[in-house]
């Protein structure tokens, strides 16, 4: 599985941004996908994920009520919707999925993406 991720920018605090995650393969739709992000000076952190067929979704504490991660699997893309943002949000954003397919909440994650960044003003 490869995945690119895009979308990042800059925007200013309390604005909104969406980035996307596409993923190559034919099975892409049989993989939980997930999002974490890496903040300058810190360690990688987790931010949401969904699993292989879209019915649950899981959010980082510090995003739950904001951000919205979603799926199209017609278009091998999964996105993290981003609303309210804070400073605090500014980081490297990654997409990532498992090795094992028809996974529910992952455990380790296998693939990355690239990252896109993002930078929010205040």
């Known amino acids: 599985v490869q995945l690119q991720a895009s979308g990042g920018g800059l925007v200013q605090a309390g604005g909104s941004l969406r980035l996307s995650c596409v993923g190559s393969?034919?099975?892409?739709?049989?993989?939980?996908m997930g999002w974490f992000r890496q903040a300058p000076g810190k360690e990688r952190e987790f931010v949401a994920a969904?699993?292989?067929?879209?019915?649950?979704?899981y959010y980082a504490d510090s995003v739950k009520g904001r951000f919205t991660i979603s799926r199209d699997d017609a278009k091998n893309t999964v996105y993290l919707q981003m609303n309210s943002l804070k400073p605090e949000d500014t980081a490297v954003y990654y997409c990532?999925?498992?090795?094992?397919?028809?996974?529910?909440?992952?455990?380790?994650?296998?693939?990355w993406g690239q990252g896109t960044e993002l930078t929010v003003s205040s």
């Open positions: 969904i699993s292989w067929n879209g019915d649950s979704t």
């Open positions: 393969g034919r099975f892409f739709s049989s993989y939980a």
């Open positions: 990532a999925a498992p090795r094992e397919r028809y996974t529910d909440w992952v455990v380790e994650y296998n693939y």
